[in-house]
């Protein structure tokens, strides 16, 4: 339980069944909605192996490629009939397998996905043709340039963890997919198991409503075998440098890395760093103020922590007026982070950071879905919903001193891979 | 999908949109003032506003294309004459409000949705920001510029979806208000000064154009004292400027040349009918079982991704639709009084291009000449029933809505629930026989090599597709073959390439 003052502010239920598989319902006042989220703990992280990068997005397409009971076509009958919104998502860290419909629709949903969760069965044809969709989800990505500079700035950032690889893959892998068919199954037969899924029901439900389904029709489902490791990242030693060239028009641009710790409740870093994130690029910076609003030479600055399972990277982005300015641009961001590892911040603009915090977060629990979203992430990250207490309790204790430390600590230039884009074209 | 590895993930501190709960609705004009709508909703700890004009593109002055959309944006996000933009956006950061600012061919938008901790802070900062604009010239340099790049730069160079688009939007609406960006043209913007802004904002921005909303938890007699605000505004402006019919510009192709790994092609033609229309509602449900937005059950989505594996989606479209953030929903309060059909196949391989074209444009003729299927009528009338449920969640996408209704006369979610259940499949075909014309069709597509793809739509010959991948159904290779030479509306005269890099110059 939660109290109203808590970051997430609503009481939940949790329950473990006997096989591993965990259920949290969060009761929220949606008059006759659901949202139902299944969370696989599992995402490109987990491409450990030669050739594979890319596979678990691919997964979650074949996650709606049917059963014997609910062929694709019996599946999305169900779902067109329910009037719901269905789809899912892959990130790193996991697979998000999400349905928002009315409160009557639960039984039908917590049995469709139960069903697909534990009897996927596909074809040769239908796996071979659902790879060449993946491979048009890339080509839809590839007139971004931030696809091409993610690529090369995870690529280079790391040596040994399949970090290495964005979630969408390398394009060599996505086009050898449709010849992957038994790696599949062995994928689904590793991960897709109840002690690697966390269900979270969010809405107009009682945990009484939805735990005698999910027992019912999750209970005979069996555990997995061991996993395969993720490989540990060395530390970075020396700076990378990567130029990307670009074909046609574009804003330059200039996107780094900063290596960052793991997710974790327990240290002040990952929060830190969230609270440095904000002094230095949130819109009103010093650093927004000057090279976006005074000088006017970036149309875009921007730059964040995120939350991962592994260490992982503090991205910046700048899209650069012009190409002679990105040297400035560069150093005057260096110049701005040397400033708050040595001076910190004031009182004042650390209190504004943490009331932004608090008030961003609230407006982020707006409806079912969003609460379920932002649940989500914490499960597949840390496994309880209780982590988001914790960890705002957390960033509510960050200090100057601890900003001005996580500054000196990550942001150095051996800690950083930096990808510049250059355009061809004016 | 994936989930953007990039900034978006970041989290915590990143602002999303805000909370739900039951409202009646209201709207009407203050005995002196704009009208306005509001949706209470007591027990909601968060407070929506928006603050549409009915000023668009449609309105730009002849050679200064993104005059509104400039307007707009020197008010949204720029200086007071009280505050800097710096200063504004200090304001803003501790409540963790953000002004957004967006436009269309006829509003533009400016809302926001702030904790009822800070509603009257953020009331204040949003009325000084529309009725009291600083005009200030680093405000106007940084947002024309910011405007030409994107024409210039990211349109032309990192979004071939939406390069696609909007060369469709030009294609079908050329000679017409609507036919320009919303953003502007290179040349137009370059001829717009910081008086043109001033002059179109006292002549536009008057308070027979306005509608304001609130919606949420705020508390009793704020809608009335907010709106009351924008009495300091001139009461009438410069009538709406009428738009004439969409021209017909049937069976034109347009390509634009870029670098590109795959073609983005949009298809589509004008459509005579709104929401103000009984037959929109028919054709609505046509349109959804066509392919509705972002969902895996639309007739070509089914025949185009999921049974041949040619891209990654494939929708269709009876009204304008901009998808709201991480939503799957439209956007709201992007009214128009001319609509159009729209058929969208996301990024295509070349080699299969030509083939997708004609699936699409075989799909659509079998539902013109045979209509839709019983069963498909049923489901999809089914689906809009409950899905309609989805579509206003929270206080800004419902006062989204109500704000729509009381332009169009008609809440369209109210619209739907009320005619579904006794819609007729007689009058859905109808409504398809009378409103979609294949040979009205309008085709834009982005592509690195135009002449080849020009040269193969124009050939007269089948484009039959190769699959690099094994055991395709017979029944669909069977279908291929009638899809492979499916006759193509396209004549050499009327297929035209321009590359990328002078699109939207003028």
């Given at each position: 339980m939660t109290s109203q003052k808590s970051a997430f502010p609503f009481a939940f239920a949790e329950k473990v069944l006997g096989n591993g598989l965990r259920i949290f319902v969060v009761p929220y006042d949606s008059p006759g909605l659901v949202a139902y989220y299944s969370v696989v703990?599992?995402?490109?992280?987990?491409?450990?192996?030669?050739?594979?990068?890319?596979f678990a997005h691919f997964f979650e397409h074949m996650?709606?490629?049917?059963?014997?009971?609910?062929?694709t076509e019996r599946y999305n009958a169900e779902i067109k009939a329910m009037g719901a919104d269905s789809n899912a998502f892959t990130a790193e860290d996991m697979t998000v397998f999400h349905i928002l419909a009315g409160k009557s629709a639960l039984a039908k949903v917590v049995e469709i996905e139960a069903d697909r969760f534990q009897n996927l069965k596909y074809d040769d044809a239908s796996f071979q043709k659902e790879a060449r969709a993946v491979l048009g989800e890339y080509n839809k990505g590839s007139s971004d340039p931030m696809q091409k500079m993610e690529e090369a700035l995870y690529d280079h950032a790391f040596?040994?963890?399949?970090?290495?690889?964005?979630?969408?893959?390398?394009l060599r892998d996505i086009e050898n997919m449709p010849h992957q068919f038994d790696y599949s199954r062995q994928f689904f037969d590793r991960y897709y198991r109840p002690d690697n899924v966390i269900l979270l029901v969010v809405g107009d439900v009682t945990a009484d409503a939805v735990v005698p389904l999910v027992e019912k029709a999750y209970g005979a489902w069996a555990r997995g075998p061991a996993r395969p490791p993720v490989p540990v990242e060395p530390p970075q030693m020396l700076e990378e440098r990567i130029t990307v060239p670009w074909k046609g028009a574009s804003l330059p641009m200039l996107f780094v890395g900063y290596r960052t710790p793991a997710f974790s409740t327990k240290s002040l870093d990952g929060p830190a760093l969230e609270v440095l994130g904000e002094l230095l690029?949130?819109?009103?910076s010093r650093l927004h103020k000057q090279?976006?609003?005074?000088?006017?030479?970036?149309e875009t600055l921007e730059g964040s922590a995120g939350r991962h399972v592994d260490p992982n990277l503090f991205l910046v982005l700048a899209r650069v007026k012009?190409?002679?300015d990105m040297a400035t641009v560069e150093s005057t961001i260096d110049k701005e982070i040397a400033r708050i590892a040595a001076q910190g911040v004031d009182e004042k603009t650390l209190g504004e950071v943490l009331s932004h915090a608090r008030y961003a977060f609230a407006a982020q629990l707006s409806t079912p879905d969003h609460v379920a979203l932002v649940g989500a992430e914490f499960l597949a990250l840390?496994?309880?919903?209780?982590a988001i207490d914790e960890y705002f309790a957390r960033l509510a204790q960050v200090t100057s001193a601890d900003v001005q430390r996580v500054a000196r600590t990550y942001f150095t230039p051996r800690n950083r891979t930096v990808v510049t884009l250059q355009p061809e074209a004016p | 999908m994936l989930l953007s590895i990039?900034?978006?993930?970041?989290?915590?501190?990143a602002s999303r949109r805000p909370a739900a709960a039951s409202p009646s609705q209201r709207a009407a004009a203050l005995p002196r003032g704009p009208r306005t709508v509001k949706l209470p909703?007591?027990?909601?700890?968060l407070v929506a506003i928006r603050l549409l004009f009915q000023?668009?593109?449609?309105?730009?002055?002849a050679g200064k294309d993104g005059m509104a959309a400039l307007t707009a944006a020197m008010l949204g996000s720029a200086g007071t004459q009280r505050r800097s933009w710096a200063e504004v956006l200090d304001a803003l950061y501790p409540m963790a409000a953000e002004i957004q600012t967006y436009g269309d061919k006829d509003a533009l938008v400016f809302e926001g949705t702030v904790h009822r901790d800070n509603l009257a802070a953020f009331a204040e900062l949003l009325a000084e920001q529309i009725l009291?604009?600083?005009?200030a010239d680093e405000d106007f340099t940084r947002h024309r510029q910011d405007a030409m790049d994107f024409i210039s730069k990211t349109l032309r160079g990192n979004d071939d979806e939406d390069l696609g688009k909007q060369a469709l939007a030009a294609l079908m609406f050329k000679?017409?208000?609507?036919?320009?960006?919303t953003a502007g043209t290179v040349a137009g913007l370059q001829t717009i000064t910081l008086a043109d802004v001033r002059r179109f904002y006292a002549s536009m921005f008057t308070q027979d154009r306005l509608i304001v909303g609130v919606a949420g938890?705020?508390?009793?007699g704020f809608p009335e004292s907010f709106a009351a605000r924008?009495?300091?505004?001139?009461?009438?402006?410069?009538p709406q400027r009428k738009v004439p019919p969409a021209p017909a510009h049937g069976g034109e192709v347009l390509i634009v040349e870029k670098d590109a790994r795959a073609n983005a092609v949009s298809i589509g033609h004008p459509l005579?009918?709104?929401?103000?229309?009984?037959d929109f509602y028919s054709l609505f449900l046509a349109g959804s079982y066509l392919g509705e937005h972002r969902?895996?059950?639309?007739q070509l989505m089914v025949e185009?991704?999921?049974?041949?594996?040619?891209?990654y989606g494939d929708y269709a479209y009876v009204e304008n639709f901009i998808q709201d953030g991480g939503t799957t929903f439209p956007l709201t309060n992007?009214?128009?009084?001319q609509q159009h059909f729209e058929i969208w196949l996301r990024p295509l391989a070349p080699k299969t291009t030509a083939f997708a074209i004609r699936g699409a444009l075989f799909e659509l003729d079998k539902l013109v000449r045979e209509g839709i299927p019983a069963e498909g009528f049923q489901a999809t009338r089914e689906f809009l029933l409950h899905y309609?449920?989805?579509?206003?969640?929270?206080p800004s996408r419902r006062l989204g809505y109500a704000i729509d209704a009381l332009i169009y006369g008609k809440d369209i979610i109210a619209e739907l629930k009320a005619r579904l259940p006794s819609m007729t499949k007689v009058q859905v075909d109808r409504a398809i026989r009378k409103h979609?014309?294949?040979?009205r069709l309008t085709i834009a597509i982005v592509s690195d090599d135009a002449k080849a793809l020009r040269a193969e739509l124009l050939s007269g010959k089948p484009t039959p597709i190769t699959y690099d991948?094994?055991?395709?159904p017979a029944e669909v290779l069977a279908q291929d073959k009638s899809i492979a030479g499916f006759p193509l509306p396209i004549t050499a005269s009327r297929i035209k390439i321009v590359p990328a890099g002078v699109m939207f110059e003028k």
């Open positions: 703990r599992t995402g490109s992280r987990n491409e450990v192996e030669p050739g594979k990068s890319g996650m709606f490629r049917g059963t014997e009971r609910y062929s040596v040994a963890h399949s970090y290495k690889h964005t979630t969408i893959g390398f690029f949130a819109e009103r090279l976006v609003l005074d000088e006017q030479k970036v012009q190409s002679q840390d496994g309880r919903l209780s | 990039a900034l978006a993930a970041a989290g915590v501190l909703s007591p027990d909601n700890p000023i668009g593109a449609a309105d730009d002055p009291t604009p600083r005009f000679g017409h208000p609507y036919g320009h960006p938890g705020y508390p009793d924008f009495s300091a505004l001139p009461a009438r402006g410069k005579d009918i709104t929401r103000v229309d009984d969902t895996f059950n639309g185009l991704r999921q049974k041949r594996g040619l891209n992007i009214t128009r009084r309609v449920d989805l579509w206003a969640q929270d979609l014309d294949p040979r991948t094994q055991d395709t």
